[in-house]
């Protein structure tokens, strides 16, 4: 019976042979396609992927860990794709992309503009709690905001906030209830004045607020449940 032959400590291994080994591993993907794997699973996911979730996406095709050895590190690779990285995001590269995305549109971006971008964009969120509001990220980065969006921006972040604690979207009591045990969120007649030209204004913050949790990826049924 032939002996094994016993594992050998990490201190032990031939920095050459590892080298040799590490490039046929690179040889096995051009750069092109470990860029259009990033790319198509975030498609999938709607968003861009952390290592996990690339890991653990069937459709990927190749480990997290090829993509670092071509690129050095995750977020270098998720970059190159065109895909911005969830984590560590600076307030200097969050206010580039903001000037970025505003040069590409001509025009202010809306939290629109960047809920359509989901996966090559910061989200409306991280800007919120990076910078206390869009509005605030936005003037930083030199735009002109309407106090009347900033307003409206600030109602549907809280109204999300608080559909996702109810389990449901919020009734014009519910939001009287929620403000008594939080001052800092809208009146309710404030929110009700954003609409007031419109005949149904509540059923139309409802209907936004509807869409803000789709976009971020939750299941809001017809009775406005919220899977």
């Given at each position: 019976m032939v002996a094994r032959k016993p594992y050998r400590a990490v201190s032990e291994i031939d920095p050459q042979a590892l080298a040799a080994f590490q490039a046929g591993i690179r040889r096995r993907y051009a750069d092109d396609q470990i860029?259009?794997?990033?790319?198509?699973?975030?498609?999938?996911?709607?968003?861009s992927p952390t290592m996990k979730e690339?890991?653990?996406?069937?459709g990927a095709g190749m480990h997290?860990?090829?993509?670092?050895?071509?690129?050095?590190?995750?977020?270098?690779?998720?970059?190159?794709?065109?895909?911005?990285?969830?984590?560590?995001?600076?307030?200097?590269?969050?206010?580039?992309?903001?000037?970025?995305?505003?040069?590409?549109?001509?025009?202010?971006?809306?939290?629109?503009?960047i809920r359509e971008r989901r996966g090559t964009m910061p989200s409306t969120s991280l800007y919120w709690h990076t910078f206390g509001s869009l509005a605030t990220a936005l003037r930083e980065a030199g735009f002109d905001v309407v106090?009347?969006?900033?307003?409206?921006?600030?109602?549907?972040?809280q109204?999300?906030?608080?559909?996702?604690?109810?389990?449901?979207?919020?009734?014009?009591?519910?939001?009287?209830?929620?403000?008594?045990?939080?001052?800092?969120?809208?009146?309710?007649?404030?929110?009700?004045?954003?609409?007031?030209?419109?005949?149904?204004?509540?059923?139309s913050f409802q209907f936004l607020i509807r869409e803000r949790l789709l976009d971020e990826g939750a299941k809001v049924a017809e009775d406005g449940s919220i899977g």
């Open positions: 860029l259009e794997a990033l790319r198509a699973s975030a498609g999938r996911l709607g968003r690339f890991a653990a996406d069937p997290p860990q090829t993509v670092i050895e071509h690129f050095g590190t995750w977020n270098a690779a998720k970059r190159a794709a065109g895909l911005m990285p969830r984590r560590f995001a600076t307030r200097e590269e969050l206010i580039g992309e903001l000037r970025r995305l505003g040069d590409e549109l001509g025009h202010t971006p809306t939290a629109h503009d106090v009347g969006e900033e307003r409206l921006e600030r109602a549907l972040v109204g999300a906030q608080l559909a996702r604690t109810l389990g449901r979207l919020p009734k014009f009591g519910d939001w009287q209830q929620a403000r008594r045990v939080d001052p800092s969120l809208l009146t309710e007649w404030q929110v009700y004045r954003l609409f007031e030209a419109r005949r149904g204004a509540w059923a």
